[in-house]
């Protein structure tokens, strides 16, 4: 059944936040479309009769994106690469892919009148000093460009621009919204190899399991706010809702400012919560932590974050949205899901 304002297509719906909005989405029965290259994280999500999935790489084939964007009310266009180490090895992928791309997007739903649900980041205030970042207010305080792992930042900035831009200036609907370093279990292949494929959670838990040394870089003095996916999802379901339009022409940054850890106490919990589990407590034990510089962990282009916290006010006010999963429930479920092959019961 088709209800008009209903019909949502995701872009990248394969993708962490992608697999798991989907999911939300089609239980609060939406129609969904969703787009990806490969749906291995949507099993769940094929079984609902209102989900469609076209397999779609979207820098060969944009004709068929925009005839899906034709044929929907609301575009969330979550395509991009976000892990940090392909911001310094390869910036031009990313600049390929997370703007041209996207840039494409936004034109093809202010050409056909078309809500856009868009995703900036929490790199997008760089290294701002503000205790908690601002919507707003906050400054967006980038690196030299030598210092390549802005790119990223970079570019997500220029895509809030444009789309502010033409909502101001040509009526575009648009909600922006701003992830602070979501967890949960599907956020990477915790079976990737590869030193710095994963985010930081997956890339600690992978070690400990594979006997190989954690490594903090630069010690592990910086902080992040860690999020779980359910509560990130739940305001995006509210975004997505946009009662009375409260949702139209804002920003919006979701994550959970009560949980900052340093990375090195995220080693420390990790550790902690492995030795939980029997079959595995040996390896928690045994666990090696050593500390590595940054330059030599990503490459010279690499520059860091010292402290990430979201002023959640916004969306408080407007969504009555709050999170309520602190981070040693999250990596309880991490755990579970990756060492007992148990998916934890979604609490929305
Ligand atoms: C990431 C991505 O850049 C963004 O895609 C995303 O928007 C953002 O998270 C977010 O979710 O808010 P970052 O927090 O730097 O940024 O990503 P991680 O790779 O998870 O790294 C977190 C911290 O752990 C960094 O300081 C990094 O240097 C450190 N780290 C990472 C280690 O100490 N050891 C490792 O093995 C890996």
């Not at 990248?12 to 939406?30: E, M, P, V, W």
């Not at 980041?121 to 908690?132: L, W």
């Not at 895509?159 to 990477?188: C, V």
Request: glycine share 6%.
């Amino acid at each position: 059944m088709n209800v008009s304002g209903r019909r949502i297509l995701i872009l990248g719906a394969n993708g962490f936040i992608g697999s798991s909005l989907t999911l939300g989405l089609l239980r609060k029965n939406y129609d969904v479309v969703g787009v990806d290259l490969s749906d291995f994280n949507l099993n769940e999500s094929k079984k609902f009769a209102n989900f469609l999935f076209r397999k779609i790489d979207v820098l060969q084939n944009f004709d068929e994106v925009e005839s899906l964007i034709k044929e929907c009310d609301i575009v969330v266009a979550l395509v991009a690469i976000a892990v940090p180490s392909m911001y310094v090895k390869n910036p031009i992928a990313v600049y390929n892919l997370d703007y041209e791309h996207n840039v494409q997007v936004i034109k093809t739903c202010v050409q056909y009148g078309k809500r856009i649900v868009f995703p900036s980041t929490s790199e997008v205030y760089g290294m701002c000093s503000d205790k908690a970042f601002d919507e707003r207010l906050s400054q967006l305080v980038l690196g030299s460009i030598e210092k390549e792992r802005w790119i990223y930042s970079c570019i997500k900035q220029m895509l809030d621009r444009l789309i502010w831009a033409y909502g101001k200036h040509e009526g575009l609907q648009f909600t922006i919204f701003r992830p602070f370093n979501f967890i949960g279990p599907k956020l990477d292949n915790i079976k990737a190899q590869q030193e710095g494929a994963s985010r930081v959670i997956t890339q600690f838990a992978h070690n400990i399991l594979n006997s190989k040394p954690i490594k903090l870089v630069d010690g592990g003095f910086q902080k992040r706010c860690f999020t779980f996916i359910d509560d990130g999802i739940d305001c995006l379901l509210k975004i997505i809702e946009n009662k009375n339009g409260c949702a139209d022409g804002q920003i919006f940054n979701i994550g959970n400012p009560t949980e900052e850890y340093s990375i090195k106490e995220l080693a420390d919990i990790l550790i902690s919560a492995f030795k939980e589990y029997p079959e595995y407590t040996h390896l928690a034990e045994n666990a090696e932590i050593v500390s590595m510089a940054g330059s030599e962990y990503y490459g010279k282009a690499y520059e860091d974050v010292g402290r990430r916290v979201p002023s959640i006010a916004n969306a408080k006010s407007i969504l009555g949205w709050s999170p309520k999963t602190d981070i040693r429930t999250a990596v309880k479920y991490i755990l579970d899901y990756h060492l007992l092959g148990k998916d934890y019961e979604a609490c929305i």
